[in-house]
T-cell receptor, first 114, second 111 residues
């Protein structure tokens, strides 16, 4: 069964450093998403991406964040100059259709900023 | 704005016990509602969904009914197994693109 994969599973970085979280969505999906979950809090939407551009983003997704689909298979989230409060689990998701259709999630990357 | 409120955990049950995890929502329009499950070390997996009022989603013995009058989508299972131990997330999507999740409820089933 096709699945979304994410690497690395755990990333530790120092405050102020840049990190890139990688995701490989399901191959025939066209809609891509990033979410995050700070420990003990809700899973929060960050950004959606379709047709090689951002289609929607939340207030959390400020200039510190960027997304890219550098090739036909990868979808990345870059965080420039990480802060302590960026420590969270980051989930990638993809969907074959937009709107209210189900999204398929990866296992997550745990980011720890020290 | 749209939001989901989910029953706090953790929940510990004995095998074959009845499970209810409460979920209520606030949404504009007519959302689709979902339950996702996360097993240890894995991603969020869709467990079931309902797209309109009075729909019942079901899968693997789990059920949830979309109740518009009470804005609820409670997850139930008549007889839990040890293999059901996981974290369960209620979610909604109403305007497209983004899902709104609850905080997740951790379930542990003991033999």
């Amino acid at each position: 069964e096709p699945e979304v994969t994410q690497t690395p599973s755990h990333q530790v970085t120092q405050m102020g450093q840049e990190v890139i979280l990688r995701c490989v969505p399901i191959s025939n999906h066209l809609y891509f998403y990033w979410y995050r979950q700070i420990l003990g809090q809700k899973v929060e939407f960050l950004v959606s991406f379709y047709n090689n551009k951002i289609s929607e983003k939340s207030e959390i997704f400020d200039d510190q964040f960027s997304v890219e689909r550098p090739d036909g298979s990868n979808f990345t989230l870059k965080i420039r100059s990480t802060k302590l409060e960026d420590s969270a689990m980051y989930f990638c998701a993809s969907s074959g259709q937009g709107g209210t259709y189900e999204q398929y999630f990866g296992p997550g990357t745990r980011l720890t900023v020290t | 704005g749209d939001s989901v409120t989910q029953m706090e955990g953790p929940v510990t049950l004995s095998e074959e016990a009845f499970l209810t995890i409460n979920c209520t929502y606030t949404a504009t329009g007519y959302p689709s509602l979902f339950w996702y499950v996360q097993y240890p070390g894995e991603g969020l997996q869709l467990l079931l969904k309902a797209t309109k009022a009075d729909d019942k989603g079901s899968n693997k013995g789990f059920e949830a009914t979309y109740r518009k009058e009470t804005t609820s989508f409670h997850l139930e299972k008549g007889s839990v197994q040890v293999s059901d131990s996981a974290v369960y997330f209620c979610a909604l999507s109403s305007t497209g693109n983004q899902f709104y999740f609850g905080t997740g409820t951790s379930l542990t089933v003991i033999p």
